[in-house]
């Protein structure tokens, strides 16, 4: 048997919601991109999943066809070496010209797919029409996409149209290259409930196969659904059709997502009013089986394994993604492809697994029926001010399960999220769910500075995301003290540190130079000589009173340093030293950073002394950039898992004064807390009385990438993540 292969897939989804198409192509700017494709080859995937679509070639009629745009980037692919996997619809409904309910729908498809077979003999792989039955299913029945019926009459009809398309359109393409092979995609889950609805359990868990049974030609008077369709009044000889036209795909692409096993629930007071449906019986609550305590979800290697003993057919998993932190997404891909080298042993025919979202999605989170621009990155990171592709750690991962079948990373050791009730918002029950597990050889995380704000939220954030670390404080671990760091890098063999120790009074700084430095620079160059020494991941942290404030425009990663006080000099002189000594490693500077966490930040102090009557004044003449802890904290771990080094800036998206900070605060807190606005005064830097010269001016933005919200979301979420008390019971009761 070959190696498992490793393919990649873009996201390619060019649905139609009402009158408008929505390209995912178009949001992350791959029709501009020809340089991907050199990307992708060098990840060394073994098939690239690549649009080839039939709304952008032929939008108005089959007699105009636009090859220019295929031609490129299929000349292109043909000239890299890279196979590929041909798609005519990705979740569309075809041009305008046709839907998923045309009856001519087929001999259309079909004629698209001559036309391009003729024009690019060569191609060898198809997948006409990317996941029949989730297309007919959200089209269709639920109505998200066009044509938005809801009818299980025409989802039947849809269906069979589809599934005939695809094998007219096989029958064209074989007849230029009789080797043509038909990999077809659906998404594939399993359904489960209380016992009062195992009648729509069932009938659930019999359609998600219908796609591929149809093709295979098993829908006979046999098969446990050929009542629905006799029921729906569909014609036996639509049907009877395929037992004489069977096109059984030569490998079945399953795609796996975590939401694609369903509960089912009879009780609706036990979900959320948006979870509520039912089939015109009965009523019930339909949620992702992963997100309630009530059952424990079904694996992949359940699905895997059910799709070979029902087929005999080659598998591949088509599509592997999962939103997420870094971690979660590599674990998950981990998992895939543990799975697949498991049942191969066992002698499921699993060709491959596929990395899909090569440079991530948008707005699947509304199912592509809104254009909020959500992102969620992939192989590939678009954030960045140029929104070129970035390659992420999973980058690494690809491409070494591509060229060796094997990768290692200490946060594989530990088990992803979904295992645990962390990921769970319903009905968690007691004890159910909740372990988090590492192996007894997971390398952790250094946290240092362990009495601190930032070190205790880096604890807080790893431990949500179960990456084992170790929080350590000065008496552990004196940074300061070569030997020290030394000790504890021999006893628990970090993979990474996350220096948050250091000198924080800024003021103080003025008549405490010599402590501010040893702390600040030389603790974090002991660090840089021992994680250098001993090849750990290493991330320290700056500040934006590096700059003097004399820009009117905002600071980027590029800008000369010139600090005004003795506690910027010491971060300067710590990036300066850290970098030289150990280029690898990371910096970030980051400004006026404030959480729900801790209650010393700006924004907690601000609304503790307002609610109690308290006057607060605030700088009207300086200007930052607001950071949010649980943010930077969150990003902080992505860029350190991707191997991100050198200066990056890392603040939430905003340009404003201290008074005006407050004042957002204050609106943000309007509607949750009694608080006396008016109490709040702006006035001159000139009049706060610090010893310490401070910039008038030092926002921060970054050239290398833009990862954080805006300050208004950040403040928002404030809100709803808030641990500690603004208003004291007493106040509160009055």
């Not at 299980?152 to 149209?161: F, G, N, P, R, V």
């Not at 601000?606 to 943010?631: G, H, I, Q, R």
């Not at 309007?670 to 706060?688: A, E, F, V, Y």
């Amino acid at each position: 048997m070959k190696p498992l292969q490793m393919w990649g897939g873009l996201e390619c989804t060019y649905n139609r919601v009402g009158d408008k198409y929505i390209d995912q192509s178009e949001k992350n700017g791959h029709n501009k991109r020809l340089s991907d494709l050199s990307l992708f080859k060098n990840l060394g995937i073994q098939r690239l999943r690549y649009p080839a679509l039939w709304e952008l070639v032929a939008p108005k009629d089959l007699d105009h066809c636009n090859w220019s745009y295929l031609d490129e980037r299929l000349g292109e692919l043909k000239r890299l070496d890279q196979d590929f996997i041909a798609t005519f619809l990705h979740h569309g409904s075809g041009p305008r010209y046709t839907s998923l309910i045309d009856p001519d729908f087929p001999e259309k498809l079909a004629t698209y797919a001559r036309l391009f077979a003729t024009r690019y003999p060569w191609v060898t792989d198809f997948t006409p029409i990317n996941e029949i039955n989730t297309t007919a299913r959200f089209s269709v029945m639920y109505g998200h996409w066009y044509p938005h019926l809801q009818d299980e009459t025409m989802y039947l009809k849809s269906m069979i149209l589809q599934c005939k398309g695809t094998a007219l359109a096989m029958r064209e393409i074989r007849r230029v290259n009789p080797k043509a092979r038909l990999i077809q995609t659906d998404d594939l889950g399993k359904c489960q409930s209380t016992e009062e609805i195992k009648t729509q359990r069932d009938l659930e868990n019999e359609r998600r196969w219908l796609s591929w049974d149809i093709l295979c030609g098993k829908v006979t008077k046999d098969h446990p659904l050929y009542w629905w369709f006799m029921n729906k009044n569909i014609d036996p000889k639509e049907l009877e059709w395929f037992e004489e036209n069977p096109c059984a795909p030569d490998v079945i692409g399953v795609n796996h997502y975590h939401l694609s096993n369903r509960y089912l629930d009879h009780r609706l007071e036990l979900f959320p009013d948006w979870s509520h449906g039912g089939n015109g019986f009965q009523k019930y609550a339909d949620v992702g089986a992963i997100d309630t305590g009530l059952v424990e979800t079904i694996y992949p290697e359940v699905l895997l394994r059910e799709t070979w003993e029902r087929y005999g057919i080659t598998i591949a998993v088509t599509e592997c993604h999962t939103v997420g932190h870094r971690e979660s997404q590599m674990r998950w891909l981990d998992k895939i492809w543990k799975t697949c080298l498991k049942l191969r042993e066992e002698g499921a025919d699993i060709e491959a697994v596929t990395a899909w979202s090569l440079i991530g999605t948008y707005d699947w989170h509304k199912l592509c029926t809104q254009c909020e621009n959500f992102y969620e990155p992939g192989v590939f990171d678009l954030r960045n001010p140029e929104k070129i592709p970035k390659p992420t750690a999973l980058s690494n991962m690809v491409q070494s399960l591509a060229k060796t079948g094997k990768f290692e990373h200490p946060l594989l050791a530990s088990t992803g999220i979904w295992h645990t009730g962390r990921r769970m918002l319903f009905n968690v029950q007691p004890g159910q769910f909740t372990s988090l597990e590492h192996s007894d050889e997971t390398r952790p995380v250094i946290i240092t500075g362990a009495r601190g704000t930032l070190g205790q939220a880096f604890a807080r954030v790893c431990g949500a995301r179960n990456i084992r670390y170790k929080l350590v404080s000065r008496d552990e671990m004196d940074i300061t003290d070569r030997e020290s760091v030394e000790d504890i890098v021999e006893r628990y063999k970090p993979w990474a540190i996350i220096n948050t120790a250091g000198y924080v009074r800024v003021d103080d700084a003025e008549g405490d130079q010599n402590k501010c430095y040893r702390e600040n620079v030389d603790g974090a160059v002991n660090l840089a000589r021992v994680c250098s020494e001993n090849n750990i991941s290493l991330v320290n942290f700056s500040s934006d009173l590096v700059f003097d404030g004399s820009s009117e425009q905002a600071y980027f990663e590029s800008h000369a340093v010139s600090p005004l006080n003795v506690y910027g000099k010491s971060k300067a002189d710590c990036e300066e030293q850290v970098l030289s000594i150990y280029p690898d490693s990371l910096v970030i500077r980051t400004s006026a950073f404030f959480g729900p966490w801790d209650e010393y930040n700006f924004v907690t102090q601000t609304l503790k002394l307002l609610a109690a009557n308290s006057e607060v004044m605030a700088p009207n003449d300086m200007y930052v950039s607001p950071t949010y802890v649980p943010d930077l904290a969150n990003e902080c771990l992505n860029l350190l898992i991707d191997g991100e080094k050198g200066i990056i800036h890392l603040t939430n998206a905003g340009e404003v004064s201290w008074e005006q900070f407050a004042m957002l605060a204050v609106a943000s807190a309007k509607d949750k807390l009694n608080i006396n606005g008016d109490l709040l005064r702006g006035i001159s830097s000139d009049q706060m009385k610090w010893q310490a010269k401070r910039p008038k001016k030092s926002v921060l933005k970054s050239e290398r990438l833009q990862r954080l919200p805006s300050l208004e979301d950040a403040l928002g979420r404030y809100f709803t993540e808030l641990q500690v008390p603004i208003v004291s019971q007493q106040e509160n009761r009055q």
